[in-house]
């Protein structure tokens, strides 16, 4: 067992709840990429820049159980023209990796301050109807294959939970522009699942209902909303391998990804695989409805003015009925070695 260190850097807004949500966002971003747990962590020096002064960074640290590092915050020293409002770690681990095997994190703005550490490897891009158990498969190939997974259907529906809560018609284009700029939405890996934040709210289950995800096709529409999202999906991307779900992640998001591939399913097939999913989660789900559901959103995905769903020049089209989620994982594993990953 050796020591290494580990770099990161996240921009913030200068008050405690968003440093605290922040610093912690990053470091949870750097213990999931890292395969660490507490106890390899030897200790933190953290920094933030002079406009930056609500709350020590290192508070988070302690939240997140790192009880026995040892913590130490500072003033990152000013330079004129230098990025504001961005707090960096430095990490001492123990571990058997090499130090070019180390994955150093930096997100939001602060991504800008390496460039050199922009997207390396493969990105696979999964597009397809809804609930043709994209999430699932896009779940179990980035544990297989070591990469980040982003389901950015979460994001949508999170979108329109907001609106929903609110009280407010998602088809009316203003109300949704009026909120999109006040919403944080965050993705934070956690005992190794994703969970989904929204202004801080883990909305993990609350965004898995029928009305949330029929509410996602109707905020996509607005270009406020994409425009915000596909930035902030592009940014996730950024650092490794990535597997990406959506309606357009081949065709727009990630139209560079070497791997694409459309999974689809007959709306029987998905409308039983929704009904299982809502069932579980010990919601309503009646069948004939749910698929009425499915096909209504479908036409509603691949008519919509602004990136609609539709099948990549370049992607493979996989038909899942009838498939288990590994034998599909398998199928892309196929795809991904004939374009050279090594899988």
């Known amino acids: 067992m050796g020591i290494t260190t580990i770099r990161g850097a996240i921009t913030t807004e200068n008050d405690r709840e968003s440093i605290l949500a922040d610093t912690s966002a990053l470091l949870q971003e750097i213990i999931a990429k890292n395969v660490l747990v507490n106890e390899d962590i030897v200790s933190i020096w953290f920094t933030a820049t002079r406009d930056l002064d609500a709350v020590y960074p290192a508070v988070a640290a302690r939240a997140l159980g790192l009880t026995e590092a040892g913590l130490m915050c500072a003033q990152e020293l000013y330079v004129k023209g230098s990025m504001k409002k961005c707090v960096r770690v430095l990490l001492t681990v123990q571990t058997d990796k090499k130090q070019a095997d180390t994955k150093h994190v930096y997100m939001k703005e602060a991504a800008k301050l390496r460039p050199d550490l922009a997207r390396k490897g493969f990105a696979v891009a999964i597009d397809g109807p809804s609930g043709a158990g994209k999430s699932t498969v896009a779940k179990l190939l980035a544990k297989r294959l070591g990469f980040i997974y982003v389901d950015t259907g979460a994001m949508y529906r999170t979108?329109?939970?907001?609106g929903l809560r609110a009280g407010l018609d998602l088809d009316d284009g203003d109300a949704v522009r009026g909120y999109i700029g006040k919403l944080d939405i965050t993705l934070r890996y956690e005992n190794g699942a994703q969970h989904v934040y929204m202004n801080n709210e883990d909305v993990t289950q609350s965004i898995r209902t029928a009305?949330?995800?029929?509410?996602?096709?109707?905020?996509?529409v607005y270009a406020e909303v994409r425009e915000r999202l596909v930035d902030m999906q592009r940014q996730m991307a950024t650092s490794g391998g990535v597997v990406m779900d959506g309606r357009d992640i081949g065709?727009?998001?990630l139209p560079d990804a070497e791997v694409k591939i459309y999974l689809d399913a007959s709306a029987d097939e998905r409308a039983r695989r929704r009904c299982a999913e809502l069932e579980s989660l010990h919601q309503p789900a009646e069948y004939d409805t749910i698929k009425k559901e499915l096909q209504k959103r479908d036409e509603y995905d691949m008519s919509r003015m602004l990136s609609p769903l539709r099948q990549a020049d370049d992607a493979v089209r996989i038909d899942c009925g009838g498939m288990t989620p590994d034998e599909v994982a398998e199928a892309i594993c196929a795809v991904a070695r004939v374009k050279g990953l090594a899988v």
């Not at 979108?159 to 907001?162: D, H, I, N, S």
């Not at 009305?211 to 996509?220: F, H, I, M, N």
Request: net charge neutral; charged share 10%; hydrophobic share 55%.
């Open 211 to 220: 009305e949330a995800g029929a509410g996602a096709s109707r905020v996509a």
């Open 251 to 253: 065709t727009h998001v």
């Open 159 to 162: 979108v329109a939970l907001y």
